[in-house]
């Protein structure tokens, strides 16, 4: 092969294959943004969550479920952090009302975790009435549960 054949397989074979690995490799800001959210149909609280995840524009799915254990155990959500409803964001399980500012660190610092989450349903969080109460968020997957902060 002489020395211009070479150059133009690497222009026209091997630079579009680099660059499109380089493409896939890159996180994509609007898949981030997407959520799908597990619900009980009775549950009126993750409704309230939802509606202030659309205020700060992610595009909400929403699934209603009859057996929301399955779908906690599916994404790994351990039985000590569950609360009513479960989100799928950006590759993590998302698990009761996690505020913004939680979501937010946790797609822009991508931790090697399964999830992230906010046990019970603490009273004043993102879609729950009533004064505000410390707001711990837990990530979970990699050994016990850390805390991530509280908001």
Request: glycine share 12%; charged share 20%.
């Amino acid at each position: 092969m002489n020395r211009k054949a070479f150059l133009a397989l690497l222009v026209f074979v091997v630079a579009p294959a680099a660059i499109a690995g380089y493409l896939t490799l890159r996180p994509n800001p609007a898949a981030a943004r997407e959520v799908i959210v597990h619900l009980d149909p009775n549950c009126g609280c993750c409704h309230g969550w939802i509606t202030y995840l659309r205020r700060h524009g992610f595009t909400v799915t929403i699934k209603e479920e009859q057996d929301m254990g399955r779908i906690k155990d599916k994404l790994g959500v351990p039985a000590d952090l569950q609360s009513c409803h479960t989100a799928e964001i950006g590759g993590y399980a998302v698990e009761g009302h996690v505020p913004l500012a939680a979501l937010e660190k946790l797609l822009q610092e991508r931790p090697d975790v399964a999830g992230i989450a906010s046990p019970g349903m603490p009273s004043g969080s993102p879609g729950m009435d009533g004064p505000k109460e410390p707001n711990p968020i837990y990530a979970f997957g990699q050994g016990s549960p850390k805390l991530m902060g509280t908001y």
